[in-house]
């Protein structure tokens, strides 16, 4: 911790910058190359070409930046300003090929926004009209956005060593997802691969359709949430292929090393998860007061309630956004209910949004101590503990951080939907569905958003799926201003 405060205290070194994303341009064009060959199977070849060139500049950058002469270390910093122009490059890119299903520059970055980050909002009025090709890319940046091309990276292409945990600890993956190696990022990645192919041969065979299988489990399995349907999930299948793409974003919003360690220590690792219980626990307390708000407020017979009110808890609990039912249509209470779980949000360590259920069961924690404390005496000594395991300070620190810092940016964003006459509660959901990364709309977001607000809501994704913290770097003027190692 005090090497990577006086790591700070440098300004980021351009060569070591450039060298290294020249690094992820390499494994952004692999990644390139099948929605390229998708596009040119399907006959669309006026998007091919536009991939062809968008593979023309990753390439060329992939080739040149890495020769650059910089020393190999990487600072915490330049790292994190890594990872957060990684994720403002591949949507400005990828927006390019987009364009080419006759969408606006402005509605292709976001939807590409939308995408990269695996949230799902889309301003577009209709999707069943567009080709398979540009539905089939929306879910393949959702998928590899579900971990990020900086993980890719460290599996497939970054040697072992100091640069991989600079990496990893961008991200706030360092003690979940990573764990700072190439060999613990290969295992998840592996893991992830696992259990979208398991996803997509379930939902094939359910369905019957490989083509719709695909275009489901990729957001399922990223929490993304783009369908190619207009009525989202409403509009594929039936019960079990609904069942089975929430089952799927559920798997998706824990930790993926859990999957790992259940696999080496046996499936009983489920049951001691603290993160897996909490995550359960509030799916079902949402679905059940979703389930009281349709039957209460909006009249809805049993055998519907019973139906849509867990789908919609679940969907909004792990931030995947598939939806069974217009959200507009529904109350304000029903509404706030599903605010509350997108608040909420996944497990860390997992391709979930929303402040997590780790901080949360951190918060509440605190908040209990806080209680306990008026009823001891006052020199009575009490270690913050979770599950057995004492919290560090620094943990939990971390943990109000970052509550404090998504509440301010809803908060923020929240205020200009407002002033523009938009209705307090469906900005609200907008704005917290955005920023948790999950893709349900109020209605609020189309084609006839004013551009300002799209830019609002594109800004709200980018700093949900960074949590915030590498783009407050990036701000932060000795980033860019002072001395600057040699080494």
Same mark, same amino acid.
């Given at each position: ?11 980021? &070194? ?11 341009? &390499? ?11 998708? #596009? ?13 060139? $968008? ?48 969408? #606006? ?30 539905? /089939? ?13 900086? =993980? ?25 997802? $990573? ?20 996803? =997509?041969?379930? @939902? ?21 949430? /783009? ?5 989202? @999930? ?87 956004? /598939? #939806? ?92 200009? /939907?407002? =002033? ?28 006839? @958003? ?18 915030? =913290? ?18």
């Amino acid at each position: 911790m005090v090497r990577q405060a006086i790591e700070l205290s440098y300004a980021v &070194r351009f060569r070591v910058v450039l060298r290294y994303f020249g690094q992820l341009c &390499r494994v952004l064009s692999a990644l390139t190359l099948v929605p390229l060959g998708v #596009s040119l199977l399907t006959g669309e070849t006026s998007i091919a070409l536009r991939y062809l060139l $968008v593979l023309a500049v990753l390439g060329l950058a992939g080739y040149a930046l890495p020769r650059l002469r910089a020393p190999r270390h990487l600072q915490a910093n330049e790292a994190m300003v890594l990872v957060a122009l990684i994720f403002l490059f591949t949507p400005l890119v990828m927006s390019y090929p987009m364009m080419g299903s006759d969408l #606006s520059f402005v509605d292709a970055l976001f939807e590409a926004i939308s995408a990269g980050t695996t949230t799902g909002l889309s301003t577009l009025s209709s999707v069943e009209d567009q080709p398979f090709a540009f539905l /089939f890319a929306r879910a393949w940046m959702q998928w590899y956005g579900g971990l990020g091309i900086v =993980v890719f990276s460290l599996a497939v292409l970054t040697q072992p060593g100091l640069v991989a945990k600079r990496l990893a600890i961008t991200e706030n993956y360092e003690d979940d997802l $990573v764990g700072g190696t190439r060999a613990h990022a290969h295992r998840i990645l592996m893991v992830y691969g696992s259990l979208t192919g398991l996803g =997509v041969v379930l @939902l094939w065979l359910l369905c019957g359709n490989l083509r719709q299988a695909v275009l489901y489990t990729f957001p399922a399995v990223s929490t993304g949430g /783009f369908a190619p349907h207009d009525r989202s @999930l409403a509009g594929f299948g039936g019960m079990a292929e609904q069942w089975l793409v929430t089952l799927l974003g559920l798997g998706g919003a824990l930790s993926l090393v859990l999957y790992h360690q259940a696999l080496r220590k046996g499936w009983r690792t489920f049951l001691q998860d603290l993160q897996l219980r909490g995550l359960l626990a509030a799916g079902l307390a949402a679905t059940l007061l979703m389930a009281l708000c349709l039957r209460t407020a909006s009249a809805m017979p049993w055998s519907e309630v019973v139906r849509h009110a867990p789908l919609l808890a679940l969907s909004a609990q792990t931030t995947t956004g /598939f #939806s069974t039912l217009d959200i507009s249509h529904l109350g304000a209470a029903s509404k706030v209910v599903l605010i509350l779980s997108m608040l909420i949000g996944g497990g860390i360590g997992s391709t979930a949004g929303g402040i997590k259920i780790f901080r949360l069961l951190v918060l509440l924690r605190l908040v209990h101590l806080t209680v306990l404390r008026t009823c001891l005496p006052r020199h009575a000594v009490i270690d913050p503990r979770l599950g057995g395991r004492r919290l560090r300070e620094a943990e939990i620190q971390e943990a109000l951080f970052i509550i404090l810092l998504f509440f301010m940016v809803v908060a923020v964003s929240w205020f200009p /939907f407002v =002033v523009m006459g938009y209705a307090p509660l469906d900005s609200l959901f907008e704005v917290v569905s955005a920023t948790g990364t999950v893709g349900l709309s109020a209605g609020v977001t189309g084609p006839d @958003l004013p551009t300002p607000l799209k830019g609002v809501l594109c800004v709200d994704m980018l700093l949900g799926r960074l949590e915030i =913290v590498a783009w407050l770097i990036i701000i932060f003027p000795r980033t860019w201003i002072g001395r600057r190692r040699e080494i």
